[in-house]
Each structure stands twice: as structure tokens, then as C-alpha cells.
């Protein structure tokens, strides 16, 4: 199993054709809009920007199949005609699955007996590993499979972090209330800040899912008129801009003095941010890890 579903992409032809064609430009010209092939499939070609190579792209998208969802030899018919037919000089397979042997074994042939000058594989693996490793597959990666951007995102999550973090399970943030985890919910949870209204002191902070809040508040004993109440949505704090913001905010607020921490709440923010910060910071560089070590070292902040 992969990193990324592509049955994200909808169930018809002509989702994963717009998709393909996104996909390649790239690298290629689109020379001809999908046209209906021989096969009731339909096919592209595309010219590579650099050699003027002219592929004919067959683009399948078996990812919704129940069972084995590999492409196989009778997937693929007339391979040679509808190349020729096209004036194109090579197959360029696009598939959202797998290709069965048979198939790799047919279009080898075809290269060997000069029926069709090259063939190129696209497969789900290769696609998924291409959408990975460039900034501009990843922005597509975003945007045509979100859930699976979502998840990636957090595998990838800057655990390095952790080791700043002096709790038992650093990487995740939990309910106090109920113990759900809420960096991978984060979409049902807030950060809630109780602030005397006449010190200025945030007296509390309480990690909570959305169904705990009234409990929350209440075990915080709100709703006494001198105290404010404003929360963060955690879902907003992955966002980095916004994350930026509010450590700034913090900053000020600290600087002027118009909103004052305990020792406890003071803590309590620099976990939170720290928790969600793994999510926000770009992944850290083995040398760049190793340098933060030595100068946290040479200020005696670590053994
Ligand atoms: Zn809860």
C-alpha cells in the first residue's frame, strides 16, 4: 500500500485523463486533447519538451477495481495501430494501478521487434513517488488528493521536535479530558485560554476536543465575571502563517504587558506550539539537526 488513494480521483476516465495531462506537462506538450480509441479507451499524445519524441499516452484508472486492479495484456488492445495511427513514436502508459507481467512482457516485445520505437511506464508507484519528490508534484499531490496529502503530512511530521518536549508521548497533543489524540483530529479541538481580566494573567490553558469544552469550562470554574475566555482552533495553528502570528502575538503580548503568563500557562503555550509546530516546521536536515545539538550544547540548554 502506498502513501497516496488514488481512488481519490473520481471513478471515470475523464477525471484521471485531466489528471494525466496536468501531470505531464511538465515534461511534455499536450499535442492532442483525448480522443475516443479503438479500445472505447481513450488516448493522448504528448511530445517531450526537450527531444520532440511524440508519445501515445494510454491512461487507465483501475484504482477503483474490487479485486486485482493491475492492468493486464487484455486491458491493452491494438497497441501498435492506434501508435501508428497517431504518428506516434513510442507507449507511454499512465495507469493508476499496477501493470501485470503479461503486459510488461507484450510491450517489451513490441520495442524488440521495432513495432513501436520505446514504451515508458507510469504506474501508481511511480506517480506517487514523482508527486513525493518535487515541489511541483507536491502541489498537485495537494491538490488532487487531499486525504492523502493529509496523512503525509503527518507521517512526515518533524518528530526531531520531540526530543524538546518533556512529556511521554511527545508528538501528539491530547484532550485532557478525554485523552483523544488531537494533532491527527485536529479538526474537533481547541486550545482554551482563561485570562483574569483584571491582572491579565492567562491563569489557565486546557487542551480539549470539541465535545469536552463545557466540561472544560467548567472544571475551570468559568463564567465568573472577571474572567475572559478565547480559544485556538488547533486545525488553524497547522496552518504556518497563522502559526507564525500567534507565536508573534505572544512575543507582544508578553513585551507590552498587556497579557501576562504563569509559570504553569507559560509552559503549557510553549508545549502546545511546540506539539504543533511539528506539523508546521519544514523537516530538519541530518547536519542541520546535528548543528542545533552543538549550539544547544555550547548554551548548556542540554547534557
Ligand atoms: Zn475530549
Given at each position: 500500500?502506498?502513501?497516496?488513494?488514488?481512488?481519490?480521483?473520481?471513478?471515470?476516465?475523464?477525471?484521471?485523463?485531466?489528471?494525466?495531462?496536468?501531470?505531464l506537462s511538465e515534461k511534455f506538450e499536450l499535442i492532442d486533447p483525448p480522443s475516443i480509441g479503438p479500445d472505447g479507451g481513450k488516448d493522448l499524445i504528448v511530445k517531450d519538451k526537450v527531444s520532440d519524441f511524440l508519445w501515445l499516452v494510454s491512461c487507465k484508472h483501475f484504482a477503483h477495481r474490487n479485486s486485482s486492479n493491475s492492468v493486464n495484456r487484455s486491458d491493452e488492445t491494438d497497441i501498435t495501430d492506434r501508435v501508428k495511427?497517431?504518428?506516434?513514436?513510442?507507449?507511454?502508459?499512465?495507469?493508476?494501478?499496477?501493470?501485470?507481467?503479461?503486459?510488461?512482457?507484450?510491450?517489451?516485445?513490441?520495442?524488440?521487434s521495432k513495432s513501436i520505437d520505446e514504451f515508458d511506464l507510469f504506474n501508481s508507484a511511480r506517480i506517487e513517488r514523482?508527486?513525493?519528490?518535487?515541489?511541483?508534484?507536491?502541489?498537485?499531490?495537494?491538490r488532487h488528493f487531499p486525504k492523502s496529502w493529509e496523512k503525509y503530512c503527518i507521517l512526515i511530521r518533524n518528530t526531531t521536535l520531540s526530543n524538546f518536549i518533556p512529556k511521554k508521548d511527545p508528538?501528539?497533543?491530547?484532550?485532557?479530558?478525554?485523552?483523544?489524540?488531537?494533532?491527527?483530529?485536529?479538526?474537533?479541538?481547541?486550545?482554551?485560554?482563561?485570562?483574569?481580566?483584571?491582572?491579565?494573567?492567562?491563569?489557565?490553558?486546557?487542551?480539549s476536543c470539541n465535545e469536552c469544552e463545557e466540561e472544560h469550562l467548567k472544571f475551570l470554574n468559568y463564567g465568573q465575571a472577571d474572567y475572559n475566555y478565547y480559544f485556538y482552533e488547533v486545525n488553524d495553528l497547522k496552518m504556518p502563517t497563522y502559526?507564525?502570528?500567534?507565536?508573534?502575538?505572544?512575543?507582544?503580548?508578553?513585551?507590552?504587558?498587556?497579557?501576562?503568563?504563569?509559570?504553569?500557562?507559560?509552559?503549557?503555550?510553549?508545549?502546545?506550539?511546540?506539539?504543533?509546530?511539528?506539523?508546521?516546521?519544514?523537516?530538519?536536515?541530518?547536519?542541520?539537526?546535528?548543528?542545533?545539538?552543538?549550539?544547544?550544547?555550547?548554551?548548556?540548554?542540554?547534557e
Open positions: 500500500m502506498g502513501i497516496i488513494d488514488f481512488k481519490e480521483i473520481k471513478n471515470d476516465l475523464e477525471s484521471w485523463e485531466l489528471f494525466a495531462q496536468e501531470f495511427a497517431k504518428k506516434c513514436n513510442g507507449f507511454l502508459s499512465f495507469y493508476s494501478a499496477s501493470i501485470s507481467s503479461p503486459l510488461l512482457t507484450k510491450l517489451n516485445e513490441l520495442v524488440d514523482e508527486l513525493i519528490n518535487s515541489s511541483a508534484g507536491r502541489i498537485l499531490f495537494q508528538q501528539f497533543l491530547y484532550c485532557e479530558n478525554c485523552s483523544k489524540e488531537l494533532v491527527e483530529h485536529s479538526e474537533d479541538a481547541k486550545i482554551i485560554f482563561i485570562q483574569n481580566k483584571t491582572s491579565n494573567v492567562v491563569e489557565e490553558i486546557a487542551i502559526y507564525h502570528l500567534q507565536m508573534n502575538n505572544f512575543m507582544k503580548d508578553i513585551w507590552s504587558g498587556n497579557r501576562k503568563y504563569t509559570n504553569h500557562t507559560f509552559d503549557k503555550f510553549n508545549f502546545v506550539m511546540l506539539a504543533m509546530g511539528q506539523l508546521v516546521y519544514r523537516k530538519t536536515t541530518e547536519d542541520e539537526l546535528q548543528r542545533t545539538f552543538d549550539l544547544l550544547k555550547e548554551f548548556n540548554k542540554i
